[in-house]
């Protein structure tokens, strides 16, 4: 099925840069045209689909670029630099972000496996639970279509979006991005549940012995089972959460002291050092610089 039906939904939808909601819960549009550098940022577990131009992000240093051949599928909460640099009114980026919805995948995952119906394991072997790349597949294109088609209705979005949501979520699993996202929310989910424990905690100080305790396992195991699903360390994935969210709060017009305790820093010296070393500025000079207009919107 053409991908260029899903583009002029889009289009029809959205005529200005930004997001705008569709009415289906966790379901948003966005339009692009001006370059937007890599900037630190938090993906929640959603789904991004491209149909115009390229999306970037950098994880742990390795730059991953996506456009309309794949979508992105993060099944944990992930700290990242995220852009759009080639966005222009002549190659805009037009897409769609999915949210996924925690018990409504825990639900799927549970029925896939105990049906007795398989989900596929990438080539070349096991994949992180973090960011995902993921071929376009024809299933997929029917249901991203279907739950797109239902956006202009209210109505329609009100009977239908949970159904249809349901079968872009089934894609999903069934599709390449499957084990990584049947691992998160699915039987053996300790990494992503360790992960959601430390997001709702990060103004407090939380050891990876902690962490690895609230999921029944020894700090040894934990780190290994960790570095696998995420490609970081315990250690260096709290920090990067930590500044990440703090970038994103001093972006947002937050004072740097203030923003450092938010994410659990007692030390202002301390985090601006940890800052510098990881951005290449100090946060205050950082914070003017994304306030200026020129960074993530």
């Known amino acids: 099925m053409d991908k260029r039906l899903i583009k002029q939904l889009i289009q029809q939808n959205i005529s200005e840069d930004g997001i705008v909601e569709t009415g289906i819960k966790g379901v948003k549009l966005f339009r692009v045209t001006e370059p937007i550098r890599c900037a630190p940022a938090v993906y929640e577990p959603s789904i991004v689909a491209i149909v115009s131009g390229a999306k970037e992000a950098i994880l742990d240093g390795k730059q991953h670029v996506y456009d309309s051949s794949q979508y992105m599928c ?63 597949d024809d299933p ?35 599709g390449a991005a499957g084990e990584s996202v049947s691992r998160a929310f699915g039987v053996g989910n300790e990494i992503a549940r360790s992960i959601a424990y430390l997001s709702s ?31 970081m360390s315990p250690v260096q994935f709290v920090k990067c959460m930590r500044l990440n969210s703090a970038a994103i709060k001093i972006a947002a017009g937050m004072t740097v002291n203030q923003a450092a305790m938010e994410v659990g820093y007692v030390s202002s010296t301390q985090f601006s050092r940890e800052f510098r070393r990881l951005y290449g500025l100090p946060p205050k000079q950082w914070g003017r610089f994304e306030q200026s207009g020129t960074g993530l919107m």
């Not at 070349?124 to 993921?134: F, N, S």
Request: hydrophobic share 45%; charged share 25%; glycine share 6%.
């Open 140 to 174: 997929f294109n029917e249901a991203l279509l279907r739950l797109i088609q239902i956006s202009n209705s209210p109505a329609e979005a009100a009977l239908l979006g949970d159904g249809r949501l349901r079968e872009l979520y089934y894609t999903v699993l069934k």
């Open 74 to 136: 993060c099944a944990i909460s992930m700290p990242v630099e995220a852009g759009s640099p080639a966005a222009s009114l002549d190659n805009p980026l037009l897409g769609v972000y999915i949210a996924l919805d925690t018990r409504v995948m825990t639900e799927l995952v549970i029925e896939i496996e105990s049906s007795g119906l398989d989900i596929r394991k990438p080539k070349g072997g096991r994949i992180p639970q973090g960011v995902t790349l993921a071929d376009w």
């Open 201 to 231: 905690r990060l103004d407090q100080k939380v050891s990876i012995e902690e962490m690895a305790s609230q999921v029944g396992m020894s700090r040894a195991v934990f780190h290994r089972k960790f570095k696998q699903a995420t490609t």
